[in-house]
């Protein structure tokens, strides 16, 4: 019978832990891999919506000060829309995720963005800016 009840505790210990790793955020991918400032990048990956996440951050993870707040236009459980902010540093930047827990947790995606200045080949047509 003691044999039992230890398979049983380690059963539902195994389920716990499982579910803590399936409800957390995690970033796969962004697309387009670079851009502008002001530009909407989408973020996939699973468990995004705002249940489990709270905001979203660039970060060149040296110093909390180059953190940044992304603006979220649009949130699934899936994809995270986001655009660039104007205040953004220039180059490859990580996506960091503030979770919803209590207390929250920021957790720096292996997914990172580069962002420049726009200045490519194109880019000013495809804006608009070419009248």
């Known amino acids: 019978q003691m044999k039992l009840s230890f398979v049983a505790l380690l059963l539902v210990a195994a389920s716990v832990v499982f579910?803590?790793?399936?409800?957390?955020?995690?970033i796969t991918g962004v697309d387009p891999?670079?851009?502008k400032r002001g530009d909407v990048i989408t973020a996939a990956g699973q468990n995004l919506q705002k249940e489990n996440?709270?905001?979203l951050y660039l970060t060149d993870g040296v110093s909390e000060?180059?953190?940044?707040?992304v603006?979220?236009?649009?949130q699934?459980?899936?994809e995270i829309k986001f655009k660039i902010p104007a205040k953004a540093a220039m180059g490859r930047m990580a996506l960091m995720i503030?979770?919803?827990t209590k207390p929250p947790q920021l957790i720096e995606q292996p997914v990172k963005l580069t962002i420049d200045d726009g200045s490519g080949a194109g880019t000013a047509a495809a804006?608009?800016?070419g009248q």
């Open 53 to 55: 996440v709270a905001k």
């Open 65 to 69: 000060k180059n953190d940044i707040q």
């Open 127 to 129: 804006a608009g800016n």
């Open 33 to 35: 891999p670079s851009g």
């Open 98 to 100: 503030l979770t919803t």
């Open 19 to 26: 579910y803590a790793q399936s409800a957390s955020p995690l």
């Open 76 to 78: 699934a459980a899936t």
């Open 71 to 74: 603006e979220i236009t649009s």
